[in-house]
Each structure stands twice: as structure tokens, then as C-alpha cells.
């Protein structure tokens, strides 16, 4: 059995409770067949296993060095990258028209994440080009995706997204990178960018910067900010373009990722469609880096988990509670009960974050009004709540290991630091609960939150009753809670316990994805859907009523936390 990813369990959510197969009967899928997709799954396995996981550990232990001049990584991420362009993977789900191959987001989705289990390192220089690619083939002119865009699919160039200022952060409106218009049309692009992930390296011939700047005279504000190409290096000459490498961040997890800091000196670039839209436009690669950190997270998650049940299998520890026998022999540690807890717990939520990552992907290929909302209301969910969970998992790994798992003799320590940075990555799960509670439940007078209540009540209510009836009420609940921190008209107010409202609504939407499994695995047999029937028993009878207490929270109206003076804290 791999222990990078579950093929077994892909294969389940893709084609006995998602349907993947029926996608080909649209006309931009037409080409695919359910061999096609499992083709694609084949080679995503064989290439993750055989060329970024075993680099996984050395570039974790050799990080990226800059000398001042050029920066140095392992060369094997080099070649594990130069193979993933070549299979196709890269461009798999890009219009053929720019040389992809039209591969449904769900199976494209479903493919990374072998390599974000393999390797999220190396993997997170393909993930941020496939974004800027996407971000431009969207909102880039012909003649950009010609010079730009379609490098990036050979494997040629490689991408970024500039965003984060030293002193901004994760505050866009305090954004003052500058761009000056200049008289051929281009825009000289001058300040300070942080935490630039894949932002300086030798793994391509060029990098094709997206910048957030304020064009002189622009309003305050994240109304003001505009979008720019800003490449590495000139397309013409091969000289710098007055991107400057100032040095790089080190950080505890994805250690073999390059992390920038960049100073842009009065750089060349290109507007990306209008001025004063760059936000705009940045946020078609902002989501789909968001949904592709939840990703990564369930992906470390699951490697963890199963890691730790091959170790609890083989693992030689004790004796059971009722053994009175000392020179008995010893139990494989799966055997004790608080090792079967953990287990349990983290595959609920690395089998549940799965699901949910596969649901939003599938919402992409099957577009409409009603799944746009759905997705937009998922999308903080789909983010923060693997972040937080399947974190958790890789915790419960470590522990499982006893004092071998805080050892880098075994791998699950990386998993944990790796995960650790995902409730950070392309915005805090303070920032995810913010746009949850703030935003997206109130949009369009709630109707992204009774779209997905109601998708949650359809579901419960064919579940079986023990199962079902704890759900409906949970989401009653939130409905009513909702409507509750709303109804004052105070935002503060509504606001002061956001990421409880964001850690409720998490667990309501996997207990229902459990119920959605529960479902497709009716009337099956065998160990696989014995092992669903389980958890989805488990995550609803043991997690579900975590949420109780965090709407009891919310209800109460406590402001506690908005009123408090910092000085209390000492």
C-alpha cells in the first residue's frame, strides 16, 4: 500500500460518489473517458513516488542558499519538475487551443495531490505557475498568453504572485509598490515585495512575476491597486529587469521552496487588463492558490495518517489492558485503544478534507449560478478547515510514533511543519473566518448559506436517522445563529468570534460529506466500506458535537475579545 497517497479512497470519491465519468458527456470533456482519467492518475502516482518523493527529506535538510549573487537548490527538484512539465501534467487542464488537454479540474485536483503528498516543496513551484498561467489565460490579452502563458505550460518559465509587503502583510489597502506609465506603453514597477514564494531560483530560464503596484495619481485603498507582468529577466535581451533578489526568508516547513524577498528597481512591466482592477484580477489566482493550499494540506494530512497506521501495524509495543502474562509477547501498538483514537480521528478528517477539496473542484467543471455561490461560500472553508484539521493529523502522527516521531529518523515531523504553514499561506484562517462570517454567508441576502443548508438538509435527510438528525440540527443552528450575529447591524459585534463561526460551519460541511460517503458506500461490502461506514460514525458522533459549544459562543453575543484592553494581556 502506498504511503504517499490512498488510490483506493481517489477512486471511491471520484467515481462512486462524485460521478467523475458523467463530466464526459459535457462538450469540453468529450474527449475523455473514465480510462483517460485513470491514465492520468497512473502517471501522477508513478511520477510523485518515483521523482519528488524521494527528494522529499533532502531538500527539507538542504535549503536554498543565496550567495549574494545566484541562488543554489538540490538538483533534483530541477529534474523532478523538468519530468512533471513533460508528462503534460502541467497544462492537463488548460484549453487545447494553448496545448493543454481539457482534464476536468476535479481529476486535475485529484492528480496534485500526489505530488503535494510526495513533495509540497517541489510541488509548490508547479502549483504557482498552473496559477499565474490560469490568472492570465483568463484576464491576459492573446499576445500576453503567447509570451507568457505558454513558456509556463512547457516548463520553460516558472510563476509568482507578488501580493505582500513588509509592511502591509496580508493588508492589500497599505499596498505602495509604485508603477509609473512610460511612453511605449509599459510601466516601470518600483518598491518592496515579502514573502514571494518560488520568487527567485535557477529551475527555469525565466520568472514571470504578477505585482500588485499603485500607478501614480491612483486612489488609496485596494480600489487603486493594478495589476502587472513583471518578468525576471528581459524577453528580448536575457539581461535583468531590475528584479532584485534582497535575500531569503527561512522558514520552519516547505523549506525547499525559495521564499523572497524581492526589491523591484524601477522594473519593466506589463498591465494586466485595466488599471485600478488588479485586485480583481488577482484574486482568480488567489482562490485557486487558496483552494490549493487546503489541497496541500489534506495531502500532508493523509501522507501523515498513513504513515502512522503502516507504523502502528508493525510497531511491537505492550501488552492489552486485561493481559496479565509479562512474558506474553508484545502487541503491535494498533492494538491500544488511544492509538486505534488517533487513527480514527485523523483518517475523519483526511478522508473528509479529501472529499471536501473534490467537491469544490467538481463545482468548477459543472459551472452555473447555484454552483458558483456554492463555491464561493466553500472556498474559506476549503482553505482553513484542512489547514487546521489535517494538521492535526499529522500531530496525531507524530504521537503515534511515540519518541521516534519527533526524530527526523521518520518523516512526520516534516509533515507537521510543512502543514504548519498552511494556516498562514494566501491568507490566515483568521482572515478565511472573516471572509466567511463577513462576506460570503451574507452575500446576495444569505443565498450562498441556505444554498448550501439546504444541500446539507437534502443529504441528512436520507442518511440514516442517528446519523442524520444531529446534522439537520447542526445546521439549523448555524441558520439560526447567523441570522442572530447579523440581526443588531453591528459588524464588530458580529465579527468578534469569527473563527468560531468558521470552525462550526467546517464541521457541519464535513459531517455532511461523511453522509455523502455514507450514502455512496450503501449495501457495499468489504474493509473499504466498513472503514467508510466507520469514520462517517465516528466524525458525527465524536466531531459533530464540537460544534455545539462554538455556536452556544456565538449566540451568547460575548465581545470579549473586541472589548479587551491589550495592556491586560501583561
Keep these: 500500500m502506498s504511503k504517499v497517497l490512498s488510490r483506493r479512497d481517489l477512486d471511491f470519491l471520484l467515481y462512486e460518489w462524485l460521478g467523475a465519468e458523467s463530466l464526459t458527456a459535457r462538450e469540453r470533456f468529450a474527449e475523455h473517458s473514465r480510462e483517460t482519467f485513470d491514465a492520468f492518475l497512473d502517471v501522477s502516482q508513478q511520477i510523485a513516488e518515483r521523482d519528488f518523493a524521494p527528494h522529499n527529506r533532502a531538500g527539507d535538510l538542504n535549503e536554498p542558499t543565496f550567495d549574494g549573487e545566484r541562488v543554489t537548490i538540490i538538483p533534483e527538484v530541477s529534474r523532478a519538475l523538468k519530468v512533471f512539465a513533460e508528462s503534460g501534467l502541467l497544462a492537463a487542464g488548460m484549453n487545447a487551443e494553448h496545448g493543454g488537454l481539457q482534464l476536468p479540474h476535479v481529476l486535475q485536483r485529484a492528480c496534485f495531490l500526489w505530488f503535494q503528498a510526495a513533495n509540497t516543496a517541489t510541488s509548490a513551484y508547479a502549483m504557482l505557475t498552473s496559477g499565474n498561467a490560469h490568472l492570465l489565460l483568463t484576464h491576459g490579452t492573446e499576445e500576453q498568453i503567447q509570451r507568457y502563458v505558454l513558456p509556463m505550460l512547457e516548463g520553460r518559465f516558472t510563476g509568482t504572485m507578488c501580493l505582500s509587503e513588509p509592511q502591509a502583510g496580508s493588508s492589500l489597502s497599505d499596498v505602495t509598490t509604485k508603477a509609473v506609465r512610460n511612453d511605449d506603453g509599459t510601466y516601470s514597477v518600483t518598491g518592496g515585495k515579502m514573502w514571494i514564494s518560488g520568487g527567485d531560483h535557477e529551475l527555469s530560464e525565466n520568472i514571470i512575476h504578477l505585482v500588485l503596484a499603485r500607478v501614480a495619481g491612483a486612489p488609496a485603498g485596494v480600489k487603486g491597486l493594478s495589476l502587472f507582468i513583471v518578468p525576471k529577466r528581459s524577453l528580448t535581451t536575457g539581461a535583468s529587469n531590475g528584479v532584485v533578489l534582497a535575500g531569503l526568508n527561512h522558514k520552519m516547513g516547505y523549506r525547499g521552496t525559495t521564499n523572497a524577498v524581492l526589491a523591484?528597481?524601477?522594473?519593466?512591466?506589463?498591465?494586466?487588463?485595466?488599471?485600478?482592477?488588479?485586485?480583481?484580477?488577482?484574486?482568480?489566482?488567489?482562490?485557486?492558490?487558496?483552494?490549493?493550499?487546503?489541497?496541500?494540506?489534506?495531502?500532508?494530512?493523509?501522507?501523515?495518517?498513513?504513515?502512522?497506521?503502516?507504523?502502528?501495524?508493525?510497531?511491537?509495543?505492550?501488552?492489552?489492558?486485561?493481559?496479565?502474562d509479562p512474558l506474553a509477547p508484545p502487541v503491535a501498538i494498533v492494538e491500544h485503544p488511544d492509538v486505534r483514537r488517533m487513527l480514527l480521528a485523523s483518517k475523519s478528517y483526511v478522508e473528509g478534507g479529501l472529499a471536501l477539496v473534490l467537491y469544490a473542484a467538481k463545482l468548477l467543471d459543472e459551472p452555473s449560478e447555484e454552483n458558483d455561490l456554492l463555491l464561493d461560500v466553500l472556498t474559506p472553508i476549503v482553505k482553513a478547515w484542512p489547514a487546521q484539521w489535517c494538521r492535526l493529523a499529522d500531530d496525531h502522527a507524530i504521537q503515534i510514533h511515540g519518541g521516534y516521531g519527533y526524530t527526523r529518523e521518520y518523516p512526520v515531523e516534516q509533515f507537521y511543519r510543512d502543514n504548519r504553514l498552511n494556516s498562514i499561506h494566501e491568507g490566515t484562517d483568521g482572515i478565511q473566518a472573516l471572509d466567511l462570517l463577513g462576506r460570503k454567508v451574507t452575500m446576495k441576502g444569505g443565498a450562498g448559506l441556505a444554498l448550501l443548508l439546504d444541500r446539507i438538509r437534502a443529504t441528512a435527510a436520507k442518511a440514516p436517522e442517528e446519523l442524520g438528525v444531529p446534522v439537520l440540527a447542526a445546521a439549523d443552528r448555524l441558520a439560526a445563529t447567523t441570522a442572530k450575529l447579523w440581526a443588531t447591524g453591528d459588524p464588530s459585534a458580529a465579527l468578534a468570534n469569527a473563527t468560531a463561526y468558521l470552525d462550526a460551519a467546517g464541521h457541519l460541511v464535513i459531517a455532511w460529506l461523511w453522509l455523502e460517503q455514507l450514502l455512496a458506500a450503501e449495501g457495499k461490502e468489504g474493509d473499504f466500506y466498513r472503514g467508510k461506514r466507520l469514520a462517517a460514525r465516528y466524525f458525527v458522533t465524536h466531531e459533530l458535537p464540537r460544534v455545539g459549544p462554538m455556536l452556544d459562543l456565538l449566540d451568547s453575543g460575548d465581545t470579549l475579545l473586541r472589548d479587551m484592553d491589550d495592556a491586560w494581556l501583561g
Design 264 to 324: 523591484f528597481d524601477g522594473a519593466s512591466g506589463e498591465l494586466v487588463g485595466e488599471e485600478g482592477r488588479g485586485l480583481q484580477y488577482m484574486f482568480h489566482m488567489m482562490n485557486e492558490a487558496r483552494i490549493g493550499v487546503g489541497a496541500g494540506a489534506v495531502a500532508l494530512g493523509y501522507t501523515g495518517y498513513l504513515h502512522a497506521l503502516a507504523y502502528a501495524r508493525e510497531r511491537q509495543q505492550g501488552r492489552p489492558v486485561s493481559g496479565k
